[in-house]
């Protein structure tokens, strides 16, 4: 397979390119891996699916994943633990022979191998144990010639010792002379017990990344905790789902996160006892979003935090810069940063007067002087109405004279009943339902923002 990849990612680069790739010449590609021509068919189909249902890239949901042509539990596992670092252990054929071997599980089927690894181990060392049992499995637990006399994990082991039967072949292994055992150390005196821990840590420790090798002085945080959606969001665009310790209640995309990070409150009143006990040496604020308090309290903590202050877009190509940097992922910052930079650049036309509604009973609006506001700016509209998120009376909504109206889906669930209400009473303006995540999450869909407003014309 990683012979084949090359030349098959070189001629086919993206999405776009495997979508119109005909039948004989992906087959040519892939012939040496086996079942070419299934492999062909689903390659090319995923390729058409991924333009189809997700603009060309790769979704983070594990359900979007699984729905892919050719797209089974372990695939979707790898490119979440992979591409996204969302804890996730894909049980392929070396793990499945290495686990049930070390007496770690005595499933007999992967699914269920996963789930007794998962059980046996903490989420953290998800991704880099199923690396670590592949490539023991690779060079060491041999399917037909295990060498036991070299395994670092031979005491631990109730096969390599010959107390039970090999699982993957049925037969025992006569185990090597005392001499040649290279742990040395205690022996397992129960077969079948998981030694979990004991064998991660012997399979190699935890590896650094690369960014951190350049500068060994810094540590990246490991325990984030992040109080505002969208950076939450963000971070899990940038691959550091495996990090996140923490979210509040309103972080809620991807969707999975629900179930797999605890949740600590609101970002107005978050739980304070529960983010000491969960341990965090980073915990990210917005200074909108989060009231000051929040940050004076961790203060007392002593728990470290992090505080952005987004109020224009360009402020966002500053907070991603500064979390990069932070985080130690300065390399997908910057590439987003230098994107949303460039598309900033030229200049904007003054175009229609547009108020933003973020509230209704009482009516409330984004000003100008708001991130909405300057997206709107960037977005060729022109913003109107008083500084900050002022309410309005049925007076001065009247008083504005909107030439557009946007009524995004939250944080208020503005629907089509109150775009109607709205047409009707400003019958000259155009009164637009808008998705809310859009226009308000900052960061991690600024460039969705700026589409759509740009798309209004
Ligand atoms: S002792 Fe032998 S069977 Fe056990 S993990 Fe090591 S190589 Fe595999």
Redesign the pocket.
């Known amino acids: 397979m990683n012979l084949t990849t090359p030349a098959l990612f070189a001629r086919f680069p993206d999405a776009a390119a495997l979508a119109g790739a005909r039948q004989e010449e992906v087959e040519a590609l892939v012939k040496s891996t086996g079942f070419f021509r299934n492999k062909a068919k689903n390659l090319i189909g995923l390729g058409q699916a991924l333009m189809a249902r997700h603009g060309g890239l790769v979704p983070s949901d594990p359900a979007a994943l699984g729905a892919l042509p050719g797209v089974g539990q372990k695939t979707a596992n790898v490119v979440l633990a992979n591409a996204f670092g969302v804890p996730a252990l894909a049980v392929d054929t070396h793990i499945f022979r290495?686990a049930r071997?070390?007496g770690l599980s005595k499933a007999s089927t992967p699914e269920k191998v996963e789930a007794d690894l998962c059980r046996a181990f903490p989420r953290e060392d998800w991704i880099e144990l199923h690396h670590q049992l592949i490539f023991?499995g690779r060079r060491?637990?041999?399917a037909r010639r295990?060498?036991?006399a070299a395994?670092p994990?031979?005491d631990l082991?109730p096969?390599?010792?010959g107390k039970v039967k090999?699982p993957h072949s049925g037969v025992r292994?006569a185990p090597p002379p005392e001499g040649l055992h290279p742990s040395g150390g205690r022996k397992n005196d129960t077969p079948g017990t998981p030694l979990a821990p004991e064998a991660s840590a012997r399979l190699g420790g935890r590896p650094r990344p690369p960014s951190l090798a350049l500068n060994p002085e810094f540590r990246a945080p490991q325990r984030i905790i992040s109080l505002v959606p969208s950076v939450t969001e963000l971070l899990v665009q940038w691959g550091l789902a495996a990090r996140l310790a923490g979210r509040t209640r309103y972080c809620i995309e991807p969707k999975w996160i629900r179930n797999t990070v605890p949740a600590v409150g609101g970002t107005k009143d978050p739980d304070l006892g529960r983010i000491r006990d969960l341990a965090p040496d980073l915990v990210i604020l917005e200074r909108d979003e989060n009231p000051r308090e929040t940050a004076e309290a961790l203060t007392a903590l002593g728990i470290p935090w992090l505080a952005l202050e987004i109020r224009t877009v360009k402020d966002c190509v500053a907070a991603l810069r500064t979390l990069g940097e932070r985080l130690g992922a300065s390399e997908a910052a910057e590439a987003r940063a230098a994107a949303l930079e460039a598309s900033l650049k030229g200049r904007r036309r003054k175009g229609p007067r547009a108020l933003v509604l973020i509230w209704r009973d009482p009516w409330m609006s984004a000003g100008p002087d708001t991130y909405l506001g300057d997206l709107l700016r960037q977005g060729g509209l022109t913003p109107i109405g008083p500084d900050r998120y002022p309410t309005l009376s049925e007076a001065d909504l009247g008083a504005l004279d909107p030439q557009v109206i946007l009524l995004p889906t939250e944080p208020y669930r503005f629907n089509r009943r109150h775009q109607a209400e709205l047409q009707k009473r400003f019958p000259e303006a155009e009164v637009r339902l808008v998705d809310g995540q859009a226009l308000t999450w900052y960061l991690s869909r600024t460039e969705a923002g700026l589409d759509l407003l740009r798309g209004f014309r």
Do not use: E, N, S, Y
């Open positions: 290495v071997r070390l023991h060491t637990c041999d295990p060498d036991c395994c994990l031979l082991c096969t390599g010792l090999d292994i």
